[in-house]
T-cell receptor
Framework: AQKVTQAQTEISVVEKEDVTLDCVYE???????LFWYKQPPSGELVFLIR??????QNEISGRYSWNFQKSTSSFNFTITASQVVDSAVYFC????????????????FGKGTHLIIQP | DAGVTQSPTHLIKTRGQHVTLRCSPI?????VSWYQQVLGQGPQFIFQ???????GRGNFPDRFSARQFPNYSSELNVNALLLGDSALYLC?????????????FGPGTRLTVL
């Protein structure tokens, strides 16, 4: 069965500090997809990134960067020069291979990391 | 373009009642998935529909059912409500196969069961 672990329940940093959110996953599939979502206080989940299991290239988007390491089953998320607007709950999620007749399992989410950026 | 819409926004029911939640996907999206998010937890997968067929079902009792209509909108039904059904119910849509395409989430319906 697939599983996502976000060990950091809550992180609090001062604005402009860099912060890394950890994500460790478990899956028996060789083809899978990893996602990060942001959930601000309004409640709506906002898609941030998708990465497939065959693409281990790190990605940078502005102040956001992601480090995918299959060897350690980790998909960590770093925010550089954090801002108060980054305060939210961040979820890492996993989706296994496309539908093969056995049914789809949807996204498996971690429990989330509550990130607090203090001014 | 409008995002995923859900109705109602909030709902209060009593134990034993029935509830219907509605979701309209982003225009052109063929897949809808439903998730339950209990306070302080990550969303839990309930159902996935793609091209009007049920693709998958999470570990939820038969009191939970859903369907997708020809216009790709969807309903989630919950019978015989329990206190533990109180949660934020999220609907997500994706353009194609949701296994590997990003899913776009709606604002959710917050259900309170008294």
């Amino acid at each position: 069965a697939q599983k996502v672990t976000q060990a950091q329940t809550e992180i609090s940093v001062v604005e402009k500090e860099d912060v890394t959110l950890d994500c460790v996953y478990e899956t028996r599939d060789t083809t899978y997809y990893l996602f990060w979502y942001k959930q601000p206080p309004s409640g709506e989940l906002v898609f941030l990134i998708r990465r497939n299991s065959f693409d281990e290239q790190n990605e940078i988007s502005g102040r956001y960067s992601w480090n995918f390491q299959k060897s350690t089953s980790s998909f960590n998320f770093t925010i550089t020069a954090s801002q108060v607007v980054d305060s939210a709950v961040y979820f890492c999620a996993l989706s296994e291979a496309a539908y093969s007749g056995g049914g789809a399992d949807g996204l498996t989410f971690g429990k989330g990391t509550h990130l607090i950026i203090q001014p | 373009d409008a995002g995923v819409t859900q109705s109602p926004t909030h709902l209060i029911k009593t134990r034993g009642q029935h509830v219907t939640l509605r979701c309209s996907p982003i225009s052109g999206h063929k897949s809808v998935s439903w998730y339950q998010q209990v306070l302080g937890q990550g969303p839990q997968f309930i159902f996935q529909y793609y091209e009007k067929e049920e693709r998958g079902r999470g570990n939820f009792p038969d009191r939970f059912s859903a369907r997708q209509f020809p216009n790709y909108s969807s309903e989630l039904n919950v019978n015989a409500l329990l206190l533990g059904d109180s949660a934020l119910y999220l609907c997500a849509s994706s353009l194609e196969d949701p296994s590997y395409n990003e899913q776009f989430f709606g604002p959710g319906t917050r259900l309170t069961v008294l």
